[in-house]
Nanobody
Framework: QLQASGGGSVQAGDSLRLSCAAS????????MGWFRQAPGKEREFVAV????????YYADSVKDRFTVSRDNAKDMVYLQMSGLSPDDTAVYYC?????????????????YGQGTLVTVSS
């Protein structure tokens, strides 16, 4: 019900925008999160945007470089990434959480999509 796209191979310092398309009803009722998992590492929280777009949190590692946004009319959520570094190489996932949850725990999200791979070379 969630499909992330937009990944690819880029150079350090480049920008990339990920998209997440939702086919679930009541998309505008869910907070939407982005997570990532690098090879050999645990999945980590990247960002979350509230159901109405007014509340946003970022992981410290991406703050000031990544921007999350959403378009409820199109059932889409985006992750604009800039200043990419090899440390950002990972599979990126979008996930949906209840409107009361703005946290970073993957298990608290109800719906998950297939990820999209971002590879950043130096």
């Amino acid at each position: 019900q969630l499909q992330a796209s937009g990944g690819g191979s880029v150079q350090a310092g480049d920008s990339l925008r990920l998209s997440c398309a939702a086919s679930t009803r009541a998309f505008s009722s869910y907070n939407m999160g982005w997570f990532r998992q690098a090879p050999g590492k645990e999945r980590e929280f990247v960002a979350v945007i509230g159901y109405n777009g007014q509340t946003i949190y970022y992981a410290d590692s991406v703050k000031d470089r990544f921007t999350v946004s959403r378009d409820n009319a199109k059932d889409m959520v985006y992750l604009q990434m800039s200043g990419l570094s090899p440390d950002d190489t990972a599979v990126y996932y979008c996930a949906a959480a209840p409107p009361t949850y703005y946290g970073s725990s993957w298990s608290r999200y109800n719906y998950y999509g297939q990820g999209t791979l971002v590879t950043v070379s130096s």
